[in-house]
């Protein structure tokens, strides 16, 4: 069964940094981009950052750009971001994706099919 | 940047109740288009992907259309489990793969 267990959300006041990490199992991590996304209050679902299979790609936000790191280790099925220089608007759910390629009509599609349950970032003083 | 806008922002509606959510493109994307439900405290679920296929284990009253710049879910007979937010996804800009702002489903 694929899991995907995001841990690593606090409280942190604004300025400092936090260290978000995804746990992955039920499935072969290395074969896989991962992403970050996520939620805040009263939002909608933000794309945040992404990574390939490998590390040789990754992609960022521009809300989150300088601030944030993404990074894996396949050998431990892990999935990590770095958020630096917090602020009040980075309060949110962090969730944790896992993308999926699929031929469709000769056309390669991505999207998100399996994701972690979450875990809260609250930015304040 | 793709923009993807939503509409209705939110809607109210009853179980039975056929619903169709409606998703627009700042430019074409061909069907590159994917659905997603959302409710409070659960992992997001992967409704559709490529505009209509269908994903694994999801319900049939769940169908998608369109392409282009144009994409429409449908709900065929809304039951109490499907109250939730709802967002479509373009994958044709990658890696940054982004969302509309969401649909909320709420109860009549």
């Known amino acids: 069964e694929v899991q995907l267990v995001e841990s690593g959300g606090d409280l942190v006041q604004p300025g400092r940094s936090l260290r978000l990490s995804c746990a992955a199992s039920?499935?072969?991590?290395?074969?896989?981009?991962m992403h970050w996304v996520r939620r805040a209050p009263g939002k909608g679902l933000e794309w945040v950052s992404g990574?390939?299979?490998?590390?040789?790609?990754?992609a960022y936000a521009d809300s989150v750009k300088g601030r944030f790191t993404i990074s894996r280790v396949n050998a431990k099925n892990s999935l990590y971001l770095q958020m630096n220089s917090l602020r009040a608007e980075d309060t949110a759910f962090y969730y944790c994706?896992?993308?999926?390629?699929?031929?469709?009509?000769?056309?390669?599609?991505?999207?998100?099919?399996?994701w972690g349950q979450g875990t809260l970032v609250t930015v304040s003083s | 940047d793709i923009q993807m806008t939503q509409s209705p922002s939110s809607l109210s509606a009853s179980v039975g109740d056929r619903v169709t959510i409606t998703c627009r493109a700042s430019q074409s994307i061909s069907s590159y288009l994917n659905w997603y439900q959302h409710q409070p405290g659960k992992a997001p679920k992967l409704l559709i992907y490529?505009?209509?296929s269908l994903q694994s284990g999801v319900p049939s009253r769940f169908s998608g259309s369109g392409s282009g710049t144009d994409f429409t879910l449908t709900i065929s007979s809304l039951q109490p489990e499907d109250f939730a937010t709802y967002y479509c996804q373009q994958s044709y800009s990658t890696p940054a793969l982004t969302f509309g702002g969401g649909t909320k489903v709420e109860i009549k």
């Open positions: 490529a505009a209509s």
């Open positions: 994706a896992r993308e999926r390629r699929t031929l469709v009509r000769g056309v390669i599609m991505k999207y998100f099919d399996y």
């Open positions: 039920g499935f072969t991590f290395d074969d896989y981009a």
């Open positions: 990574v390939s299979w490998n590390s040789g790609g990754i």
